[in-house]
C-alpha cells in the first residue's frame, strides 16, 4: 500500500510545474516587483517558467529575461502600468505580459533611455507600449494585441507609442486590433521596419517628426496604412499596405502637410485611394505599385511634387486632382490610358491629364460622391474642359510598364483562368470532333 501510494504521489509532484511548489521564489503569491528589488545594478534576472504577479518598477539597470520565451507570464490586474522602466539602459526579453484592465496607464511604460524590448507578448486594455522623453531604445519581435471586447477603436489605445523619443529602432514587431499601430509624435530618426499592422486605425502614424524611415512594413484592414503628416524627411519605402477600404477616408498612404519626403517601391493594392496627398510639397515618389484601389492617385492642394516610373494598374480611377499646380508627374504607366509613340522611344506623345471635374463638383455637393464612375458623371467628366491649363498632367506617359517582376505576379494570377479556359475550349473542339467522326 505504502509503495503505492509512494508511487503516485511522485507522479503528481512532477506533472507540478516547478512554480507552483510551496517555497519556491516563484510561487504566484511572490510579485516580480521583490525579484527586482532584490537584485544589483547590472544584474541578469533570468526567470523560470510560471506566472508573476505586476505591477513592476525597474529604476536601475537590470536585465530580465525569460529561461524559456513566452512561459513566463506577468499577470497584472490593478489600475498601474503593468512594468515601468525609469532607468536607463534596461533590456527585457520573452516575457508573456496580461495586462487586461481597461484603463489609462499603458501596458508598459518607457522613460529611460537605451531600453530593449525583445520577444515579448502583451495583451493590454491600454496602449500596450509607451515611451517618454527617452531616446534610443529597440522593440523587437513583439507582439501587441487589444484584449477587451466591446470597445471601439477611437477608445482603444495605441500599439507603440512614442513622444519625444528619438532615435528608436522598431523592427518586426506584430500589432493588431489597437488605435493606431505604431504612433510616434515630436520623435525623430526612428526605423520602423518589418513590422505587421492589422485591423486599428492607423497603421504606422508619424506627426511632427523629422528623419523617420519607415520600410518593409505589411498593413491591411486598417483605416489607413501609412499616415504621414506635418513632417519632413521621412523616408517611406518597399511596403506593402493592402485592403484599406473599409472607411469612407481609407488610404494605403497618406501624406497631409508632408514635405522633402521620399515615398520609393511601395505596394498599395486594394485600398479606397492608393496615395493621398495634400497640402504637401517637395516630396519624391517613384517606382510604386497602385494596384486595385478604387482611386490610384488623388492630389489635393499640393505642388512641387515629382511622381515618376509607378505602375497604376487595374484602379477604378487611376487619378485624381484639384487645385494642385506645378507637381512633375512623368514616366508614369497609366494601363486605362491609350498613348501614341511615334517615334519608338516608349513614351507617349499624348499627355495623361487628371481631369478636376469629379473632385471640383464633390468638394461643393458631398453626396454627388454616390455617382462615382457612374456612366452619368463618366459622361460629365468628358464634357469638361476648362481650364485646362491648370489641369495636372503626366507630359510623357509609359507605353509600357516600367517594372516586370511586380505586373508578372498580377500577370500570373490573371493569366491562370485564361489558360482554364483555352483547355476547355480545346477540349469542346475534341469532343464535337468525335461526335462527327461517330456520326460517320
Avoid at 500599439?159 to 529602432?169: E, F, K, M, T
Avoid at 460629365?380 to 505576379?409: C, H, I, V
Avoid at 483555352?422 to 470532333?433: E, I, P
Wanted: hydrophobic share 40%; aromatic share 8%; net charge negative.
Amino acid at each position: 500500500m505504502i509503495p503505492s501510494l509512494l508511487r503516485w504521489s511522485i507522479l503528481i509532484l512532477a506533472a507540478v510545474p516547478l512554480w507552483l511548489l510551496p517555497g519556491s521564489v516563484h510561487a504566484e503569491a511572490v510579485s516580480l516587483q521583490s525579484i527586482v528589488d532584490a537584485a544589483s545594478p547590472g544584474e541578469t534576472i533570468e526567470l523560470e517558467p510560471g506566472v508573476y504577479k505586476g505591477a513592476v518598477t525597474i529604476d536601475k539597470p537590470l536585465t530580465v529575461k525569460a529561461a524559456r520565451e513566452g512561459e513566463v507570464i506577468l499577470r497584472n490586474d490593478t489600475e498601474q502600468s503593468a512594468l515601468r522602466i525609469e532607468a536607463s539602459g534596461v533590456r527585457v526579453e520573452g516575457l508573456r505580459i496580461e495586462d487586461e484592465v481597461l484603463k489609462e496607464e499603458p501596458t508598459i511604460w518607457v522613460a529611460g533611455s537605451g531600453t530593449r524590448l525583445d520577444g515579448l507578448y502583451i495583451r493590454t486594455g491600454a496602449d500596450g507600449i509607451a515611451v517618454r522623453d527617452a531616446d534610443d531604445g529597440e522593440i523587437a519581435r513583439t507582439t501587441i494585441e487589444w484584449a477587451v471586447d466591446g470597445v471601439r477603436t477611437a477608445s482603444k489605445g495605441n500599439g507603440i507609442d512614442l513622444y519625444n523619443a528619438h532615435r528608436w529602432s522598431l523592427t518586426d514587431n506584430r500589432i493588431s486590433d489597437v488605435h493606431d499601430g505604431i504612433y510616434m509624435e515630436n520623435s525623430d530618426d526612428a526605423v520602423v521596419s518589418g513590422n505587421l499592422i492589422e485591423r486599428s486605425r492607423y497603421g504606422v502614424h508619424c506627426m511632427y517628426t523629422e528623419g523617420t524611415v519607415i520600410e518593409r512594413n505589411e498593413g491591411k484592414l486598417n483605416v489607413t496604412g501609412a499616415m504621414v503628416m506635418t513632417a519632413r524627411r521621412v523616408e517611406v519605402r518597399d511596403n506593402r499596405f493592402s485592403k484599406q477600404s473599409e472607411n469612407v477616408n481609407s488610404q494605403g498612404i497618406l501624406l497631409y502637410d508632408a514635405h522633402d519626403s521620399v515615398f520609393a517601391g511601395n505596394i498599395v493594392e486594394g485600398n479606397r485611394v492608393g496615395f493621398y496627398v495634400e497640402q504637401s510639397t517637395g516630396n519624391r515618389l517613384e517606382q510604386n505599385l497602385v494596384s486595385y484601389n478604387f482611386i490610384g492617385l488623388q492630389l489635393i492642394s499640393s505642388s512641387g511634387n515629382s511622381f515618376s516610373n509607378h505602375l497604376f494598374l487595374g484602379n477604378v480611377s487611376d487619378a485624381q486632382a484639384r487645385d494642385s499646380h506645378d507637381n512633375d508627374l512623368s514616366g508614369n504607366y497609366w494601363d486605362s490610358f491609350r498613348g501614341v509613340d511615334a517615334d519608338g522611344d516608349g513614351y507617349s506623345d499624348l499627355t495623361y491629364a487628371i481631369n478636376p471635374f469629379f473632385q471640383s463638383l464633390t468638394q461643393k455637393r458631398a453626396p454627388f460622391q454616390l455617382f462615382f464612375q457612374s456612366p452619368g458623371m463618366v459622361f460629365l467628366e468628358e464634357l469638361f474642359q476648362t481650364d485646362r491649363a491648370n489641369w495636372s498632367y503626366d507630359g510623357e506617359p509609359l507605353m509600357a510598364p516600367p517594372f516586370d517582376m511586380k505586373l508578372g505576379e498580377q500577370n500570373s494570377s490573371r493569366s491562370a483562368p485564361g489558360m482554364i479556359g483555352f483547355v476547355l475550349l480545346l477540349g469542346s473542339c475534341a469532343l464535337f470532333y468525335r461526335m462527327r467522326r461517330e456520326k460517320e
